[in-house]
């Protein structure tokens, strides 16, 4: 049971570069979120998934883009990169929400 | 809008020490509350997690309180080891919000010292 896979572990973009930034799990989680986590601000929802084909903003949505079209994935897409964005990205995944959040080992990006 | 703080924001204590982490929380509507352990540079390690219904939640050295009247929770470490030293974070899942996840405190970074 892999529980909730995030690739790539780490990575390094130029401003104004796009990418995605994966998520996955196997639990059939219907409830899928994305937390970017920086020093002193503690982890910020960025935007999350209460199944497929639903989507809606966290606190921290602008430079970003979800679509969850099966129950499984959700990625994170980054339009056009910005040194903001640096960050360590979180996903995680819920039963909804009753027996709690499990997480995948996050995504550590820097923008250069 | 649910807000989560804990104090202190870091702590340091001798090895064998038992040790209280506070989570308050202002909105007392919750189905849950969750507890993290995050070891430097890793991922989210869930510990425990309390339903509204539930006043306690206990594993090995960890016991995690509930008071929803007050808005706060607590992590009772027991007799530590410098294998706890971490980022302990809370986190509270509101009924008031909607479909909207997990809202965390800025967590408390733990020091065992040998």
């Known amino acids: 049971n892999a529980g909730v896979t995030q690739t790539p572990k780490f990575q390094v973009l130029k401003t104004g570069q796009s990418m995605t930034l994966q998520c996955a799990q196997d639990?059939?989680?219907?409830?899928m979120s994305w937390y970017r986590q920086d020093p002193g601000m503690g982890l910020r929802l960025i935007h999350y998934?209460?199944?497929?084909?639903?989507?809606d903003q966290g606190e921290v949505p602008n430079g970003y883009n979800v679509s969850r079209s099966t129950t499984e994935d959700f990625p994170l897409r980054l339009l056009s990169a910005a040194p903001s964005q640096t960050s360590v990205y979180f996903c995680?995944?819920?039963?909804?929400?009753?027996?709690?959040?499990?997480f995948g080992s996050g995504t550590r990006l820097t923008v250069v | 809008k649910q807000e989560v703080t804990q104090i202190p924001a870091a702590l340091s204590v001798p090895e064998g020490e038992n040790l209280v982490l506070n989570c308050s929380f202002t909105?007392?509507?919750?189905?849950?509350l969750q507890w993290f352990r995050q070891d430097p540079g890793k991922g989210l390690t869930s510990l425990l997690l309390?339903?509204?219904?539930?006043r306690e939640q206990t594993s090995g050295r960890l016991n995690a309180s509930l008071d929803k009247s007050s808005g706060r929770s607590t992590l009772y470490i027991a007799a530590s080891q410098p294998g706890d030293s971490a980022t302990y974070l809370c986190?509270?899942?509101?009924?008031?919000?909607?479909?909207?996840?997990?809202?965390f405190g800025k967590g408390t970074r733990l020091s065992v010292i040998a």
């Open positions: 986190a509270a899942l509101s009924r008031n919000s909607g479909n909207t996840p997990l809202v």
């Open positions: 995680a995944s819920s039963y909804q929400g009753a027996y709690g959040y499990t």
């Open positions: 998934s209460v199944g497929a084909g639903i989507t």
């Open positions: 909105d007392s509507a919750i189905y849950n």
């Open positions: 309390i339903q509204s219904s539930q």
């Open positions: 639990m059939n989680h219907e409830y």
